[in-house]
């Protein structure tokens, strides 16, 4: 993984080439389950969060493993011993899934936020990001640090730090994976 600062911060970003996940497959699941979507807010002119039920789109289980075991790696001096990390889900038992899609069409944004209530890390995954379909930025204070957004692209940061991507600029639809990952045992 690669490893780049951000004031205090530690922000890794790889390129996932595996076999066991098929961007074709989560993307097909995605669009094949449009009567399913659940939003959770309108901003900007379009929903944010899409949420899926993890069983209409089984494909994705091996991303969130994979990105898990990930996060465990880079972040392992956040975890105490005895502890893990994990995305909670409601295969697992939980009441609801902590990850989601963003499809961002021509000229659609996201505005700064961050994903602090509890949870340790997030992430982002990118099934389709082409070009000029706006990267991510990182912001604290006035300070602010650019990541590129490319298909197969992992990025995981601090859940705290603040982000936004400006406005897709792209006449293709920019469509990731986000989520965020807990201490396991959780305190949610």
Do not use: C
Not at 16 to 43: A, P, S, V
Not at 155 to 184: C, G, M, Q, T, W
């Amino acid at each position: 993984m690669n490893k780049q600062q951000f004031l205090q911060h530690s922000i890794y970003s790889t390129k996932i080439i595996d076999k066991r996940i098929n961007i074709d497959n989560i993307l097909m699941e995605f669009g094949d389950n449009k009567n399913n979507y659940k939003f959770t807010h309108f901003i900007n002119k379009r929903w944010e969060n899409i949420y899926l039920n993890i069983n209409e789109i089984p494909s994705i289980k091996p991303l969130l493993s994979l990105s898990t075991s990930y996060a465990i790696e880079v972040f392992k001096e956040i975890i105490k011993p005895h502890q893990t990390l994990m995305i909670p889900n409601t295969l697992l038992g939980y009441e609801k899934n902590e990850f989601w899609f963003n499809a961002a069409s021509k000229g659609e944004s996201t505005d700064t936020h961050n994903h602090i209530n509890k949870a340790a890390v997030s992430g982002v995954f990118y099934l389709q990001a082409s070009q000029n379909s706006a990267n991510l930025f990182f912001k604290e204070d006035k300070e602010e640090m650019e990541v590129m957004a490319e298909t197969n692209k992992l990025i995981l940061f601090p859940a705290e730090l603040d982000h936004y991507v400006p406005e897709n600029k792209s006449n293709k639809k920019r469509i990731s994976i986000a989520f965020n990952l807990y201490r396991f045992p959780l305190t949610i």
